[in-house]
């Protein structure tokens, strides 16, 4: 009989559950509960990437239903109720059985950045009656604030993470190589030190990371980072081009993010390639980088708006004379210094404008300060930060200087 390589604390997901019943009684007091369709959002709540999904009632225990993998669910989820489902005709009638009926008239949430049209056509001619209210900002708020389960799991990954980028892999790489070269030993110690092999976007795409060699990052990209890179090809864009060699007295910017046992950390690297020194217009951006990144961090701290840290910033950048570089270089610079970090790299919430609702204790935020800069690259600093009661913690290390390498 096979077992579960790990399952869901009972208690953890009660916990989740709890939460979310309780934020929906405060945000959404007019829906009877949630159904969740994404497979990652019914892995938050009942611990198993289950294809198919979740009924969460304001009141009452969730009920899994499951298309294709049962016997797997079973093994993984804490759940008592977990079903096999093959029609949409057949939620409301499972749902009673377990015990967590649907209502017969009201309103019920769902995932509608993750639900597709012919989703909830379909939900609407199989499940009639009920109006679907949009609850995701529910969902994402729960997640932005991690159990002491999760921040286990993601200080362990920044641990390993720092480790590879600032100790592995300076001794692996050198002046000569290829940015798809740097960007394979670069995994090659990710994958050494337990990474799982994906890191997930909350568009519910994937993402491999960049190692982008002097203008290399300033190429313009499609992913929401400052950090440009050509990558492998059109059609994956991401690592490094086998084409492009980092020579001497060039900047390397290596940005990829770390997963392990589902959480992410994000980190970037910046390297010279030696033995020439440093220039010192890439020593004043770097440095400025380190300086936004440290100040940004001395402001994580619960009740601080995530808008006054992305102000704040911009003056800070602005006053060291890089107004026109900061977060990119020229029309593809972004309008944020960092983002929530978990399940997925880009989380709730941003620093950015408009983000008003203040910062809590259990947050994990990547704070991303970089530099684009004609001619040389884009010299920069990321790391993963903890946000508790006394202030935040960096979990991805605390060597942030621009690494030599010859």
């Known amino acids: 009989m096979p ?3 790990e399952q869901l604390p009972l208690t953890e997901s009660r916990a989740r559950v709890q939460r979310c019943q309780q934020r929906l009684k405060e945000r959404l007091p007019e829906v009877a509960g949630l159904l969740i369709t994404s497979q990652l959002n019914i892995y938050y709540f009942s611990g198993t990437l289950g294809l198919g999904l979740l009924w969460l009632p304001v009141e009452g225990e969730p009920v899994l239903l499951i298309r294709k993998g049962l016997e797997r669910a079973l093994l993984e989820s804490p759940l008592a109720a977990i079903r096999r489902f093959h029609s949409f005709r057949d939620i409301a009638g499972l749902c009673a059985e377990a015990g967590s009926p649907l209502p017969e ?3 019920v949430g769902v995932e509608a950045a993750h639900m597709t049209l012919a989703q909830a056509r379909m939900l609407e001619a199989r499940v009639p009656g009920l109006d679907f209210v949009p609850a995701d900002a529910v969902i994402t708020r729960i997640r932005a ?13 920044g641990e390993r993470h720092a480790r590879c980028l600032t100790e592995i892999l300076p001794a692996r790489i050198k002046p000569g190589m290829t940015e798809r070269d740097i960007a394979l030993q670069a995994l090659n110690s990710f994958y050494e030190a337990g990474h799982g092999g994906m890191v997930r976007l909350s568009g519910g795409g994937v993402s491999a990371g960049y190692a982008s060699v002097g203008e ?3 190429y313009a990209t499609n992913f929401d980072g400052p950090l440009g890179a050509r990558g492998l090809h059109p059609a994956t864009p991401y690592l490094g081009d086998a084409g492009t060699v980092w020579k001497k007295g060039q900047v390397l910017t290596v940005d990829m993010g770390f997963a392990l046992e589902g959480y992410n950390t994000d980190k970037t690297q910046t390297y010279w390639a030696g033995p020439a020194p440093v220039s010192d217009e890439v020593r004043r951006a770097h440095d400025c980088c380190v300086d936004i990144q440290q100040r940004a961090a001395a402001m994580l701290k619960p009740g601080i708006l995530p808008s006054q840290i992305w102000a704040e910033a911009q003056n800070w950048a602005a006053k060291a004379g890089y107004a026109d570089n900061f977060m990119g270089y020229g029309p593809e610079r972004v309008r944020f210094l ?6 997925n790299m880009d989380e709730f919430p941003p620093l950015a404008r408009g983000f008003d609702e203040p910062l809590e204790a259990g947050m994990v935020i990547a704070l991303e300060p970089k530099l684009g800069l004609p001619g040389i690259g884009m010299p920069g600093v990321e790391n993963t930060f903890e946000i508790t009661e006394q202030g935040a913690r960096s979990l ?3 060597r942030f200087e621009l690494i030599v390498v010859e």
């Open 105 to 107: 008239r009201g309103s």
């Open 216 to 218: 290399s990052g300033l």
């Open 338 to 343: 960092g983002h929530g970090i978990g399940l």
């Open 3 to 5: 077992t579960a390589l």
């Open 396 to 398: 991805t290390g605390d």
């Open 145 to 157: 604030v991690k159990s002491e389960w999760e921040l286990n799991k993601l200080r362990l990954a």
